[in-house]
């Protein structure tokens, strides 16, 4: 696998551990309101192609990291379009690193095959609207089925997880935030996090706006479990 970049420091993107970070490039979907579309469309990715970096050189990075950092964060882009990913992310726990895996959630299989294999320690899935919403948002490859899926399939695993949406003011009606709630209902960790209408893969969404502070607290209060809403990323 390749990959598009490394980011060598993180302490907030892997909960609990300081971290670094893998992004690999390409993704199933075409979500509007992307921030890394360089990292998405093959047109836009060919361009960036000949700064890619090797798996070589990743782990060379890595083993050198051994006893400074305690995680690896594998982002897109979408992990899970790569076929080789259950090896790398074996390569890395070889290496005694915990792994977590950012995902999109359209193709259950995948996720399935690494979450078997014990090669997965943390999932964060994205659930950016209701399923009836999703190929508005995100283009017409998604399947939201698929989705329904990754969700039943992460809360099953016994994996530590957090769903997390992106709340976007123009598209998260009263009607698609209730229909959410009852996707994720009994879900425990959900995140919500502000839209920022800046470098956006649809520049029409350039145009579009976040939820205040507050308005985002009272949304989280409705998700969750009792004692337990959802928490805000900002
Ligand atoms: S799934 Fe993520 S990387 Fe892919 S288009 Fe959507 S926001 Fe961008």
Same mark, same amino acid.
């Given at each position: 696998?390749?990959? #598009? !970049?490394?980011?060598?420091?993180?302490?907030?993107?892997y909960p609990g551990k300081v971290a670094c970070i893998a992004f690999t490039p390409g993704?199933?979907?075409? $979500?509007?309101?992307?921030?890394?579309?360089?990292?998405?469309?093959?047109?836009?990715?060919?361009?960036?192609?000949?700064?890619?970096?090797?798996?070589?050189?990743?782990? $060379?990075?890595?083993?050198?990291?051994?006893?400074?950092?305690? %995680?690896?964060?594998?982002? &897109? %882009?979408?992990?899970?379009?790569?076929?080789?990913?259950?090896?790398?992310?074996?390569?890395?726990? !070889?290496?005694?690193?915990?792994?977590?895996?950012?995902?999109?959630?359209?193709?259950?299989?995948?996720l399935a095959r690494v979450i078997d294999r014990g090669l997965v320690d943390y999932i964060?899935?994205?659930?950016?609207?209701?399923?009836?919403?999703?190929?508005?948002?995100?283009? #017409?490859?998604?399947?939201?089925?698929?989705?329904?899926?990754?969700?039943?399939?992460?809360?099953? #695993? %016994?994996?530590?997880?957090?769903?997390?949406?992106?709340?976007?003011?123009?598209?998260?009606?009263? !009607?698609?935030?209730?229909?959410?709630?009852?996707?994720?209902?009994?879900?425990?960790?959900?995140?919500?996090?502000?839209?920022?209408?800046?470098?956006?893969?649809? =520049?029409?969404? !350039?145009?579009?706006?976040?939820?205040?502070?507050?308005?985002?607290?009272?949304?989280?209060?409705?998700?969750? #479990? =009792?004692?337990? =809403?959802? &928490?805000?990323?900002?």
């Amino acid at each position: 696998m390749k990959l #598009s !970049a490394i980011q060598k420091f993180t302490l907030l993107d892997y909960p609990g551990k300081v971290a670094c970070i893998a992004f690999t490039p390409g993704c199933d979907l075409r $979500c509007r309101f992307c921030h890394n579309p360089e990292f998405v469309l093959p047109e836009r990715l060919c361009a960036l192609a000949a700064s890619f970096i090797s798996e070589e050189h990743f782990f $060379c990075f890595l083993a050198e990291r051994r006893g400074l950092l305690e %995680g690896v964060v594998v982002t &897109g %882009g979408e992990p899970t379009v790569w076929k080789d990913l259950p090896e790398f992310l074996a390569q890395i726990k !070889a290496l005694g690193f915990a792994t977590k895996l950012d995902t999109n959630g359209n193709n259950p299989v995948a996720l399935a095959r690494v979450i078997d294999r014990g090669l997965v320690d943390y999932i964060a899935m994205d659930v950016k609207t209701s399923l009836a919403d999703y190929p508005a948002l995100v283009g #017409s490859n998604v399947r939201p089925e698929h989705i329904r899926e990754s969700i039943a399939l992460i809360r099953a #695993s %016994g994996v530590e997880y957090e769903f997390r949406t992106t709340l976007i003011r123009e598209h998260h009606t009263e !009607a698609v935030l209730e229909a959410m709630r009852e996707l994720l209902s009994g879900a425990t960790q959900i995140y919500f996090q502000t839209f920022r209408p800046e470098h956006t893969l649809d =520049p029409a969404y !350039a145009g579009f706006h976040g939820f205040s502070l507050t308005e985002m607290e009272v949304i989280a209060e409705r998700f969750g #479990s =009792p004692g337990q =809403p959802a &928490g805000i990323r900002v």
